[in-house]
């Protein structure tokens, strides 16, 4: 994954990505920022013990053949989910790994509307990437079947062959190849998606009656859009920066592109907490390319993701409690969403929507280490630090690559007083200055704590970042006075180191002092 990311991040056009060869960096998709998936997803246990207990009941009636019938039944909806590996790249140029990874997305989006139940967008590759067969990752996902294959593209034309594999034996279900135009690249993905969901499903679910996708007939913006698309899953600053570039590229390059302007308004909400961008100004690009994309698509379930995490940044949650339900009843399928809102239930103090939440992240996108990260923020916000920091060990034994995980680790450590741990992982990993001067501060180290906060890295406007951390750190400091100052301007800012982490412990001493406990309260407000 590392390697196509560099490559992408070098590509100043699409144009200049030509054909080339089968790529073992498709099978490493997603290597950084995915790991192993749970044993069990929480859905399928959850319809195991129903059936089990409804079998149990026929069976104290002398109802056997109900039983059996349970028992098929269930059988029936396991070997029913499924999961799409990326695409292999045929083309003879590694630059165009990308693009088997992002057509797996895309086909994975199709099936999804067919009513087919798919299991883990990016969770699939990132399996694939550890090295586990077919096989081995349908059984961490928990899926019946696999949709594997190749693309090849060049001269115009685009080139699929795709296999639908058992999970049980690993036998070929079904496979077919597709030569077309790349501008019929859209029609190819529908045609795949319903092919797979009739050999499923026996007919076409009732998602296949759904308003038909709104894209682009642009080959060029759409190579745009599946760059961006894998730098944005790899939720890291400077892929992101590249991503809202690319995003805004492929919307010019097709101003009817409804999806581009979506995707460009996620990127665009989550800048705040991967660049020095402030949230006021980052939630003006949100209503501009969200508002376009809903004009072009009203359906459009990431536009209303867009705006409802948009609202959170800049503390509207009744808004943006309204317009996740929205994104939702439009599209139920997406990790992102379901993790988003589960930090507005965190904010609001209701964990049990915010584990609710999670989990259901968790079910859709198993190997995903953000949403093992929203998992260890549950327990964080119960107050469970020793289980989050087993969950966060767990992170990192499985990608010790992913800087998330030593920041939330040196956050749990703090907040479990070892302080001298947390500190060693941070002057190791220094990603989080604000965050090693309050662990200092706390340790008692007030010059060292003072000196970060005097060169830690400011906004390219000259101005202090992180003034929420900030004020937990004068507060740690003993500089109540200043503390307040600082929580009142990054409240004022919408500081995303105060906004999204208000009931964090750093923040418990601002709650004994009425002038402190009103700027949280109103931040926490329903």
């Known amino acids: 994954m590392d390697e196509v990311l560099a490559t992408l991040a070098s590509e100043s056009t699409p144009s200049a990505v030509t054909a080339g060869a089968a790529s073992a960096a498709a099978a490493r998709a997603e290597q ?63 630059a165009d790994d990308y693009f088997g990874i992002g057509m797996a997305d895309e086909i994975t989006r199709a099936l999804t509307l067919t009513g087919v139940k798919v299991i883990g967008r990016t969770s699939a590759g990132a399996l694939q990437a550890k090295g586990l067969d077919e096989r081995a990752i349908a059984k961490e996902l928990g899926v019946g079947s696999l949709l594997t294959g190749s693309v090849q593209r060049a001269a115009g034309q685009l080139r699929i062959n795709v296999s639908l594999l058992s999970a049980a034996d690993g036998a070929v279900r079904w496979t077919e190849k597709y030569d077309r135009p790349i501008a019929n690249v859209f029609a190819v993905q529908d045609e795949i998606a319903k092919a797979v969901a009739t ?3 026996g007919t076409l679910g009732d998602g296949a009656t759904r308003t038909v996708r709104v894209e682009t ?36 390059r097709d101003t009817t592109f409804a999806r581009a302007y979506a995707m460009l308004a996620l990127v665009q909400t989550s800048l705040p907490f991967y660049s020095d961008l402030p949230a006021d100004s980052a939630q003006q690009l949100v209503e501009r390319s969200a508002r376009r994309a809903l ?29 996740y339900r929205r994104s939702l009843a439009l599209d139920s399928t997406v990790a992102t969403t379901w993790g988003w809102y589960g930090q507005l239930a965190a904010r609001l103090g209701d964990y049990a929507a915010y584990r609710a939440r999670v989990m259901r992240a968790r079910v ?27 969950q966060i060990q767990q992170i990192i034994a499985l990608d010790s690559t992913f800087a998330n995980g030593w920041v939330y680790r040196a956050r749990i450590l703090g907040l479990r007083g070892r302080f001298d741990e947390a500190i060693a992982i941070l002057e190791r ?40 951390m900030r004020a937990a750190v004068l507060e740690a400091l003993g500089d109540h006075r200043a503390a307040l100052e600082m929580l ?39």
């Not at 149990?56 to 039944?73: C, E, F, Q």
């Not at 007939?217 to 570039?245: I, K, W």
């Not at 990054?490 to 906004?499: F, G």
């Open 295 to 323: 004009a072009l698509d009203p359906n459009s379930a990431e536009a209303y993701t867009a705006l409802a995490h948009g609202a959170y940044t800049v503390s509207r949650s009744r808004e943006a409690d309204s317009l």
């Open 488 to 526: 009142e301007r990054a409240a004022a800012t919408h500081d995303q180191s105060l906004v999204q982490d208000t009931r964090m412990g750093w923040f418990d001493p601002f709650r004994k002092d009425p002038r402190g406990a009103a700027i949280l309260a109103k931040i926490e407000a329903r």
């Open 217 to 252: 007939a642009d080959p060029e913006a759409y190579a745009l859009f599946l760059q961006a698309q894998v730098l944005f899953n790899r939720r890291a600053g400077p892929a992101m920066m590249q991503a809202a570039n690319l995003f805004e590229r492929a919307a010019a």
């Open 429 to 468: 990993h220094r990603v989080d200055d604000e965050l090693l001067a309050y662990l200092y501060a706390r340790a008692g180290n007030v010059a060292k704590a003072r000196g970060i906060l005097a060169v830690a890295p400011r906004r390219a406007d000259g101005k202090p970042r992180n003034l929420g």
């Open 32 to 94: 950084s920022s995915s790991t192993h998936a749970t044993r069990a997803p929480l859905i399928a246990l959850m319809l195991g013990v129903l059936v089990i207990g409804s079998a149990a009941a026929m069976l104290r009636r002398g109802n056997a053949s109900g039983s059996n019938a349970s028992s098929a039944s269930a059988a029936v909806a396991t070997n029913r989910a499924i999961a799409v590996l990326p695409l292999a790249n045929l083309s003879g140029d590694k």
């Open 199 to 201: 050999k499923l499903l």
């Open 364 to 390: 859709l996108e198993p190997a995903s280490l953000i949403a093992r990260i929203w998992e260890s923020d549950v327990l964080q916000a119960e107050r469970r630090f020793a289980e989050a920091d087993s």
